[in-house]
């Protein structure tokens, strides 16, 4: 049997390691993903696994995708990018898990990524609840710019929509 084997590079800075989903992380996303933080629209372990897994699939239909953020081998959290095909471009997104919050660590993998993906992608947007502060906060920190004007998602059309680089 043959399979599928996708490339998922690995990101370093000095707190913070960026790899790809492995099936042990799967706990830590659902617990979040079931969590009134994470946003989902009728949360179930069913969906968090379908979530999870295209995290992973992303990286092979397109070259992109979401990375598991640790430190010192504890989950912190994951960062990386999407473009459903509702979206009018492509997304940086981030998420952390309780109790990581505050200590500069969405910021500081949001960067390793934004850094990665610079010179591969024409055009880089944030979509943001327009209650997440924290995230907006974050989006501003990596110089993104508040874009009034950009298109959004279908299921987000009164988003707020961050613009780290590209055309609108």
């Known amino acids: 049997m043959t399979g599928l084997i996708v490339q998922i ?3 370093q800075s000095a707190r913070l390691h960026l790899r790809a989903p492995i099936r042990a992380d799967f706990e830590d996303y659902a617990a979040f993903y079931l969590s009134e933080r994470s946003g989902a629209s009728e949360p179930t372990r069913r969906k968090a696994w379908k979530a999870f897994a295209k995290e992973i699939v992303d990286w092979s239909l397109g070259g992109l995708g979401h990375w598991t953020v640790e430190r010192e081998r504890m989950h ?3 960062v990386g990018f999407s473009q459903p095909d509702d ?3 492509p997304e940086i997104g981030w998420a952390l898990y309780d109790g990581y919050e505050g200590q500069g ?3 500081e ?3 390793l990524a934004i850094n990665w993906a610079r010179g591969r992608l024409a055009s880089l947007v944030s979509y943001i609840d327009p209650g997440n502060t924290r995230s907006v906060a974050v989006a501003e920190r990596l110089g993104a710019t508040s874009d009034p004007a950009a298109a959004r998602p279908e299921a987000a059309p009164d988003c707020l929509v961050y613009r ?3 055309p609108a």
């Open 109 to 111: 993998a949001a960067g």
């Open 76 to 78: 912190v959290g994951f």
């Open 164 to 166: 780290h680089w590209g």
């Open 9 to 11: 590079p690995t990101l």
């Open 105 to 107: 660590y969405a910021t």
């Open 87 to 89: 979206y009018p471009e």
